[in-house]
């Protein structure tokens, strides 16, 4: 069990993000209680409650932890291929990965098990974040004339719909998934640029 002492000084909040992380990876989301994460790290029952008013709250945090560290997933994979239609078949083709590979944390983020954001600021900033970067490559694009040149924020809906319905697809068991997942993805986005293209 971790020493107490470790979460002093604010890191008993980033500790109990991570460990509720951790656990929805592996059991989902019903088997997360503020008394067993306090269990696992070994703080008291009620010292969770210094950071978070309800369970609701922490499972908040977690998504947007979720919607930051996409985030970062879509940036690596632009910063691999910062030009071009390549960018954004690379962001498209990280995205579907992400999900696949963080399946709870999909289903926390987008599913069933998906907290009202209007309710969490931070959930509701992080999540807009993602969609600002999605209009952002997007007007990139169009830059570039590799995607027509509509409104950017009405094409971003439509490149979201996209990855966001293979994504779920997937995650959900609605369809059986592929060999390479990968290949599924970038064939996906390629005909998504053929669309938006004209």
Not at 79 to 91: I, L, Q
Not at 118 to 127: G, V
Not at 145 to 171: C, F, K, M, N, Q
């Amino acid at each position: 069990m971790p020493d107490k002492k470790a979460y002093h000084h604010g890191d008993l909040r980033t500790a109990l993000v991570q460990e509720a992380a951790a656990l929805i990876a592996v059991e989902g989301v019903d088997v997360v209680t503020m008394r067993g994460l306090s269990q696992r790290i070994g703080v008291s029952r009620t010292a969770p409650y210094r950071h978070f008013a309800d369970k609701d709250a922490l499972l908040a945090a977690v998504a947007a932890e979720g919607f930051s560290t996409l985030r970062q997933h879509l940036h690596t994979a632009i910063e691999a291929h910062p030009h071009g239609a390549a960018s954004f078949e690379s962001m498209g083709v990280a995205y579907v990965l992400f999900a696949t590979d963080h399946a709870a944390y999909y289903r926390l983020m987008y599913g069933r098990e998906a907290l009202d954001r209007e309710r969490f600021p931070d959930l509701h900033a992080a999540a807009h974040a993602l969609y600002d970067e999605l209009v952002a490559l997007i007007r990139q694009q169009q830059e570039a004339g590799t995607i027509r040149g509509d409104r950017p924020e009405a094409l971003a809906y439509v490149a979201w719909s996209t990855v966001h319905g293979l994504s779920s697809l997937l995650v959900d068991g609605q369809m059986e998934a592929p060999p390479d997942i990968a290949e599924l993805a970038r064939l996906t986005i390629q005909t998504l640029l053929v669309g938006l293209q004209t």
